[in-house]
Each structure stands twice: as structure tokens, then as C-alpha cells.
């Protein structure tokens, strides 16, 4: 799972949401997202994303999370995806 989201890993802190350049539109009805954080003895990485940002990096990401999810026994955790 770390190696698989490791290409995502922001320097810092980085949004990725409806009116940041990076994301580009997103629909009104695209509610949620997901907030993955990176930590390890020397810094701490977070990259938050909304459901439906049209940044190609972004939907690659949303996608390995819901490949991911199916391989781990974390179903009853995190609830109905759309």
C-alpha cells in the first residue's frame, strides 16, 4: 500500500479541491473526498483531494484508493463509496 501511494507524496501540504488551478472544476453534487498523510521520523506529508477533481493525478489516485480498498478488509470501516 505505501509503495503504491508513494508517487502521490506531496512536499508538504497540498489541496487538491474545486477552484485550485490543479483540480480544475469540480461538480457541485462530487461531496467528500479522502485526506492521506504521510509521516515518518523526519517530516509529515498530507494531500487532501475531492471526489470529482478533473486532475488527471488526482483521478489516478482516487482510483488506486478504491483498488487498494478492495484489497484490504476495511469495507465495514469506511462505509458506501459512490
Do not use: F, H, K
Amino acid at each position: 500500500m505505501a509503495a503504491r501511494l508513494a508517487p502521490y507524496r506531496p512536499a508538504g501540504i497540498e489541496q487538491l479541491y474545486d477552484g485550485n488551478p490543479r483540480c480544475g472544476r469540480t461538480p457541485v453534487e462530487a461531496l467528500g473526498g479522502v485526506m492521506i498523510t504521510w509521516t515518518s521520523d523526519r517530516r509529515s506529508d498530507q494531500l487532501g483531494v475531492t471526489r470529482g477533481c478533473s486532475n488527471a493525478e488526482a483521478v489516478r489516485l482516487l482510483r488506486d484508493l478504491e483498488a487498494i480498498g478492495a484489497l484490504l478488509p476495511i469495507a465495514d470501516l469506511i462505509g458506501p463509496q459512490p
